[in-house]
């Protein structure tokens, strides 16, 4: 702690000293101590500016990785067309809509059934009796409501939910009530019996055209399969699809309805990643330097910032441990030969009879403990024998000599044919950060698009291991690198700001201290010439001498 120099002039001019000046210099210097609080305070904060933003950094990220894992995300997304949209126009196809080329012949549509009574004159005329409509009876309404008009009965069958809707036509030759099947299709009939509805202004007895219109099923052809739809809007003829019948199509002629994958918002989604992962980098890079004034970053050297850069290496670069054996036309043909897993030989002629097949050989890797986990699926080409390792690293080293009868089954080391980002046409730069070649993207989803879905989403693969890095490093994860350095960080805070309190009220105390007592002082300085004075005037008057050089 530094001093103060106190100087209260002369101390026999009564001029005294500026107190609140003297307390003020000495509270500075006793508000020294706080200085390296204080700036180690400021530090943290700036700290926790960047820690901030790289959590922004990092969720942008985790959405974009997100999409693309999540079973419904963006790769499930499908797109269609239609050869002929005044004939068929595609509506909906959702994730279960599989990918291929559908040829569709409409031959007729799907009708709603209709039907009309006799015109009466006026919409006013009074009408009584009643009439049974797929049998239940509706009544004309009572006179005493008013209601017993065309309009009234219109709203009684409407009201009595018989899946008919009734409406009031008026035209020149007067107005008629209309009845319409709720439902299309041969399902949706009109079946009006004993019907007594008269116009009591006419004396006229309203007879009912039965179904101008008959209910039928709309008839059309999918890959030659012959099928029927109550509605023209069809759903499930062709699975995950919606579309909408408009028109038929001629005798012989067809229709292209083309389903597949939504290449383009898979193409956007990684774009989005690439830029969100280089603006993260980026932002990392920028705290391993100086300012312009050439103080360092506030996460210069910070280990939180180097066990981030090391996460966000190690999982870009990672290799997905999956790989697939391919070639069999059926799970269960009957296979010969052997794989080797690791240092592992299983021989299909030791397996069981009945299980030396694809089915057979996964059951036995599996009760193997050999790390790896074995499952058969078919992608659409066939079955696969897909193996996934039970630990993260590298890819499998696995060796296939199985033969389906004289074709060999092969082993492919990726998964869906890449194991590494470098399969969707990324590539690693100099500084960290990545680049995206859109021609090989677009040309990998093109022939091998189940591949990059594996990729994504099969376990232990590239996907689902970057996802959990992330997740293991934000801060939205309340033990994340980044959540744990902002806590530590607040606590430091919370003890300094306590500190700085806790001085605070020290120094106000001292000050308040020092202020009464120096206020004292300096009305005793202030006091001196008088009382100097006084004992002049008594030594004159005790000596006869005059002590002062002015009287």
């Not at 963006?74 to 050869?83: A, D, F, I, R, W």
């Not at 196809?93 to 599989?98: C, K, L, P």
């Not at 055209?209 to 030659?224: E, F, P």
């Not at 680049?435 to 994504?456: A, P």
Request: no cysteine.
């Amino acid at each position: 702690m530094g001093t103060v120099g106190l100087s209260f002039g002369s101390p026999t001019s009564g001029a005294g000293f500026n107190v609140s000046t003297t307390v003020s210099e000495i509270v500075s210097n006793l508000q020294n101590v706080e200085t390296p609080w204080k700036n180690q305070l400021s530090s943290l904060e700036s700290q926790d500016t960047v820690l901030s933003s790289l959590g922004t950094l990092y969720s942008n990220l985790t959405n974009d990785i997100s999409s693309l894992t999540d079973f419904t995300g963006v790769m499930s997304l499908k797109e269609g067309s239609s050869s002929n949209n005044d004939i068929l126009e595609l509506t909906a196809a959702d994730s279960s809509a599989a990918e291929g080329t559908y040829t569709v012949s409409v031959n007729s549509l799907a009708t709603t059934a209709t039907g009309f009574m006799t015109a009466i004159s006026s919409s006013s005329d009074t009408l009584t009796g009643s009439m049974d409509i797929n049998g239940t009876t509706i009544d004309v309404p009572d006179s005493s409501t008013g209601d017993d008009n065309i309009t009234g009965l219109a709203n009684a069958v409407n009201s009595a939910g018989i899946g008919v809707t009734a409406t009031v036509l008026t035209d020149t030759t007067g107005s008629r009530l209309v009845l319409t099947s709720n439902t299309s299709g041969t399902g949706g009939s009109i079946a009006v019996t004993a019907n007594s509805i008269t116009d009591s202004t006419s004396g006229a007895s309203l007879s009912y055209t039965s179904q101008i219109a008959t209910g039928a099923n709309a008839s059309l052809t999918v890959n030659g399969i012959s099928l029927q739809s109550s509605s023209n809007t069809v759903s499930g003829l062709i699975p995950g699809v919606t579309f909408q019948l408009l028109g038929t199509t001629g005798t012989g002629d067809t229709i292209q309805v083309v389903i597949a994958n939504d290449n383009s918002a898979v193409e956007s989604t990684v774009t989005q990643f690439v830029t969100d992962y280089n603006s993260l980098v980026s932002a990392m890079n920028a705290q391993e330097t100086t300012d312009t004034s050439g103080n360092s970053e506030p996460l210069f050297g910070s280990p939180t910032l180097s066990l981030l850069q090391q996460q966000l290496l190690s999982s870009i670069n990672y290799q997905s441990p999956n790989g697939f054996v391919t070639g069999a036309s059926s799970a269960s043909d009957t296979l010969t030969g052997s794989i080797t897993i690791g240092s592992t030989t299983i021989q299909m002629s030791s397996l069981a009879s009945g299980s030396q097949n694809l089915n057979g050989l996964a059951s036995a890797i599996n009760s193997g403990d050999l790390g790896v986990t074995a499952n058969v699926v078919n992608n659409g080409s066939g079955p696969q024998l897909v193996l996934v390792s039970n630990i993260s690293g590298s890819p499998l080293s696995a060796t296939s000599n199985l033969a389906d009868g004289t074709t060999s089954l092969t082993y492919d080391a990726n998964t869906g044919g890449m194991n590494a980002l470098t399969g969707l046409g990324i590539s690693m730069n100099n500084d960290g950060t990545i680049s995206l070649d859109e021609t090989s993207l677009d040309s990998v989803l093109n022939s091998d698009y189940s591949g990059v879905l594996g990729f994504f989403q099969d376990a232990n693969s590239w996907g689902m291991t970057f996802s959990t890095m992330l997740n293991n490093a934000g801060a939205s994860n309340t033990v994340g690198v980044l959540a744990l350095a902002e806590k530590s960080n607040s606590n430091v805070e919370s003890s300094l700001n306590a500190d700085v309190s806790k001085e605070n009220l020290e120094i106000s105390a001292q000050q308040s201290s020092l202020t009464t007592e120096l206020n004292s002082a300096n009305e005793i300085l202030q006091e001196l010439p008088a009382q100097l004075n006084s004992v002049n005037e008594l030594y004159s008057a005790i000596s006869g001498f005059n002590e002062n050089p002015n009287g």
